[in-house]
């Protein structure tokens, strides 16, 4: 049986930011984020914390690319505060909710009434389907979104058994922030960029003079 008990630990949160996060119109996935934000930070007698997406993903019922879409999308809100550091990113909630502001609506286009089709007529005949395409399609297709890496995407196997044998590296980190960073041209093959990826990343790793490592930094371009 349960029985959770303060002197094992508790968040002490503000009766005011508590209230105002349960009345704004958060949508699940948001408030989920912000409770894992809350018991990172709070929970810890912290204000910010350093968190990486995977961390919120083990928190939740939530995959790892809908977790940073929703913190993108908090942030935008100005309900959570990121600053990006290296290698892992500070989030925290911003506790002047007078400054949060929901996400505006996109603006929708009424739908026109259509006439049924006259009794003997194939419904079909008046109905067209069109695939739209979906945000990984748009990202596979070309464009500005080929520069950041799918949220699609995960590292084979294969790459996973040999990233972890290059020495001086966090694997796991090194893939977030190849997910995080904006590449100058779009890339195709994320398997190849992966492995390029963190070959840099582990002759980075290695003592070099500062030219060496001007240089280094060109090539992630």
């Given at each position: 049986?349960?029985s959770?008990?303060?002197?094992?630990?508790?968040?002490?949160?503000?009766?005011?930011?508590?209230?105002?996060?349960?009345?704004?119109?958060?949508?699940?996935?948001q408030?989920?984020?912000?409770?894992?934000?809350?018991?990172?930070?709070?929970?810890?007698n912290?204000?910010?914390d350093?968190?990486t997406n995977?961390?919120l993903?083990?928190?939740i019922?939530v995959?790892?690319?809908h977790?940073?879409?929703t913190?993108a999308e908090?942030?935008a809100?100005?309900?959570v505060?990121?600053r990006d550091t290296?290698?892992?990113?500070?989030l925290g909630i911003?506790k002047?909710?007078?400054?949060?502001?929901g996400?505006?609506k996109?603006?929708?286009?009424?739908?026109?009434?259509?006439?049924r089709?006259?009794?003997?007529?194939?419904a079909?005949?008046?109905r067209t389907h069109k695939?739209?395409p979906?945000?990984?399609?748009?990202?596979?297709?070309?464009?500005?979104?080929l520069r950041?890496?799918p949220?699609?995407?995960?590292?084979?196997e294969?790459?996973?058994?040999?990233?972890?044998?290059?020495?001086?590296i966090?694997?796991?980190?090194?893939?977030?922030?190849l997910?995080d960073?904006?590449?100058a041209?779009?890339?195709?093959?994320?398997?190849?960029v992966?492995?390029?990826?963190?070959?840099r990343?582990?002759?980075w790793?290695?003592?070099?003079d500062?030219g060496?490592?001007?240089a280094?930094a060109?090539?992630?371009k």
């Amino acid at each position: 049986m349960a029985s959770p008990q303060t002197e094992d630990g508790y968040t002490r949160i503000a009766n005011e930011l508590l209230d105002h996060i349960l009345a704004f119109p958060f949508t699940k996935r948001q408030l989920q984020v912000v409770f894992a934000l809350v018991r990172k930070t709070y929970g810890f007698n912290k204000k910010v914390d350093r968190i990486t997406n995977r961390k919120l993903a083990e928190m939740i019922p939530v995959g790892r690319s809908h977790v940073s879409e929703t913190v993108a999308e908090l942030v935008a809100m100005r309900v959570v505060l990121k600053r990006d550091t290296h290698p892992i990113q500070t989030l925290g909630i911003n506790k002047d909710h007078s400054q949060w502001r929901g996400v505006p609506k996109q603006d929708t286009v009424p739908k026109q009434d259509t006439p049924r089709p006259k009794t003997g007529q194939q419904a079909s005949q008046n109905r067209t389907h069109k695939r739209q395409p979906t945000k990984d399609n748009q990202q596979k297709t070309g464009g500005r979104a080929l520069r950041r890496c799918p949220t699609s995407w995960e590292p084979s196997e294969e790459i996973r058994q040999w990233g972890r044998t290059l020495p001086s590296i966090d694997f796991d980190c090194e893939i977030e922030k190849l997910r995080d960073h904006e590449f100058a041209k779009p890339r195709k093959d994320w398997d190849a960029v992966a492995r390029n990826w963190l070959r840099r990343a582990a002759e980075w790793a290695k003592p070099a003079d500062e030219g060496s490592r001007r240089a280094q930094a060109l090539l992630r371009k």
